[in-house]
């Protein structure tokens, strides 16, 4: 059983950043893939970015976010970040990380079986 564990959410003024932590265990993660997904009130929940490999290979976010957000990794913890600057009130949403079995590049949510719990950010202007 896989389980994603995200940390590092809060309250953050527009221009601010934050890092969002997601630590895994239950696995040996060499041959996952991971992404990160926002979900604001009343959307339906977006793809922000992944990393083809648990360890944050070939990692991308999407057009949105770009310059902005980046994806990394410390494998020795199993764990994987955002990192978020210049954060923008749009950026206000719940972040998920996931997680599949199989190292390629997605971005449907349905392709990932393994969810977080979430972990809310808020951005004020």
């Known amino acids: 059983q896989v389980q994603l564990v995200e940390s590092g959410g809060g309250l953050v003024q527009a221009g601010g950043s934050l890092r969002l932590s997601c630590a895994a265990s239950g696995r040996t993660f060499s041959s996952y893939a991971m992404g990160w997904f926002r979900e604001a009130p009343g959307k339906e929940r977006e793809f922000v970015g992944a990393a083809v490999t648990w360890s944050g290979g070939n990692a991308d976010v999407v057009d949105s976010v770009k310059g902005r957000f980046t994806i990394s990794s410390d494998n020795a913890k199993n764990t994987v970040y955002l990192q978020m600057n210049s954060l923008k009130p749009e950026d206000t949403a719940v972040y998920y990380c996931?997680?599949?079995?199989?190292?390629?590049?997605?971005?449907?949510?349905?392709?990932?079986?393994?969810w977080g719990q979430g972990t809310q950010v808020t951005v004020s202007s």
């Open positions: 996931a997680a599949a079995y199989g190292s390629r590049w997605r971005t449907n949510r349905y392709e990932y079986p393994y």
